[in-house]
Antibody
Framework: QVQLQQSGAELVRPGTSVKMSCKAAGYTFTNYWIGWVKQRPGHGLEWIGDIYPGGGYTNYNEKFKGKATLTADTSSSTAYMQLSSLTSEDSAIYYC????????????WGQGTLVTVSA | QIVLTQSPALMSASPGEKVTMTCSASSSVSYMYWYQQKPRSSPKPWIYLTSNLASGVPARFSGSGSGTSYSLTISSMEAEDAATYYCQQWSSNPPITFGSGTKLEIK
């Protein structure tokens, strides 16, 4: 079955960067878009961007350009997101999610990575 | 960008009661997606392409709508349906936006 296994919680200092992972299993990694979604308490869900591992194509929410960088390693079926110049506003749970085949909803979600930005 | 407004933000229903929540888009969209999220869990796909139930979703749920107005309906509320429901749309720029959620509680 399809699984997305995300890396563990991170405690990071303001101004630094963090890179989190999303390891896919149970399907052909290169054939589906993977998106990343941010969730802060009281702020609902926010789409950051997505990547198509088969060609490395990316789409970003304008708000997260310069903040997030999406990459994928097809040899390990793992998607990555790096967040830079971290502030307290970046403290959140970050989910990776795989799209449905042929449409723009998210059919499978990872368990989330909690990022806490604190000095 | 297309803004999705969900209403109500908070609602409660008694077991057996019919529940309807809405998602209004600032511009016309082709389809709507819905997710269910319970505390300390990831969102779960619930309804896709406006009216199709995701795998495992009970038949008491339904989705409908078109243009700028969409809704999720529960024909008969059950305790396990208590959760927050988010709508999501796709358009050209930015491609994906979510609503702010409707929190559904059991009375």
């Amino acid at each position: 079955q399809v699984q997305l296994q995300q890396s563990g919680a991170e405690l990071v200092r303001p101004g630094t960067s963090v890179k989190m992972s999303c390891k896919a299993a149970g399907y052909t990694f290169t054939n589906y878009w993977i998106g990343w979604v941010k969730q802060r308490p009281g702020h609902g869900l926010e789409w950051i961007g997505d990547i198509y591992p088969g060609g490395g194509y990316t789409n970003y929410n304008e708000k997260f350009k310069g903040k997030a960088t999406l990459t994928a390693d097809t040899s390990s079926s793992t998607a990555y997101m790096q967040l830079s110049s971290l502030t307290s506003e970046d403290s959140a749970i970050y989910y990776c999610a795989r799209r449905y085949d042929g449409n723009y909803g998210f059919a499978y979600w990872g368990q989330g990575t909690l990022v806490t930005v604190s000095a | 960008q297309i803004v999705l407004t969900q209403s109500p933000a908070l609602m409660s229903a008694s077991p057996g009661e019919k529940v309807t929540m809405t998602c209004s888009a600032s511009s016309s969209v082709s389809y709507m997606y819905w997710y269910q999220q319970k505390p300390r869990s990831s969102p779960k796909p619930w309804i896709y392409l406006t009216s199709n139930l995701a795998s495992g979703v009970p038949a008491r749920f339904s989705g409908s709508g078109s243009g700028t107005s969409y809704s999720l309906t529960i024909s008969s509320m059950e305790a396990e349906d208590a959760a927050t429901y988010y709508c999501q749309q796709w358009s050209s720029n930015p491609p994906i936006t979510f609503g702010s959620g409707t929190k559904l509680e059991i009375k």
